[in-house]
């Protein structure tokens, strides 16, 4: 079992800069990927950006080049730098990550971002 706490949500106004941490606990030594996902009102959740445990990223077409995925894999912490905030990245923001055996989530964090 691995369990997952996100940090580091809130209210920023358009233009402006978060930072959301990820701390994850258990049996963290299996962990392959980790990442984050999104979900807005009304809408299904979303892959916003993913790293593996060799450092290779991927991103969703729509944070590529605003958003940065980093992992500290001795602290066993992944964060989500997001720059250029838009009201359209208004959601909460999941922490995920995977084992050989299962997909474990966060509770989530709430961002808002203000036109």
């Known amino acids: 079992q691995v369990q997952l706490v996100e940090s580091g949500g809130g209210f920023v106004q358009a233009g402006g800069s978060l930072r959301l941490s990820c701390a994850a606990s258990g049996s963290a030594r299996s962990i392959n990927t980790m990442g984050w996902f999104r979900q807005a009102p009304g809408k299904q959740r979303e892959l916003v950006a993913i790293?593996?445990?060799?450092?290779?990223?991927n991103y969703a077409d729509s944070v590529k080049g605003r958003f940065t995925i980093t992992r500290d894999n001795a602290k066993n912490m992944v964060y989500l730098q997001m720059n250029s905030l838009s009201p359209g990245d208004t959601a909460v923001y999941y922490c995920?990550?995977?084992?050989?055996?299962?997909?474990?989530w966060g509770q989530g964090t709430q961002v808002t971002v203000s036109s």
């Open positions: 790293t593996n445990s060799a450092g290779g990223t």
């Open positions: 995920s990550c995977t084992t050989y055996r299962s997909q474990y």
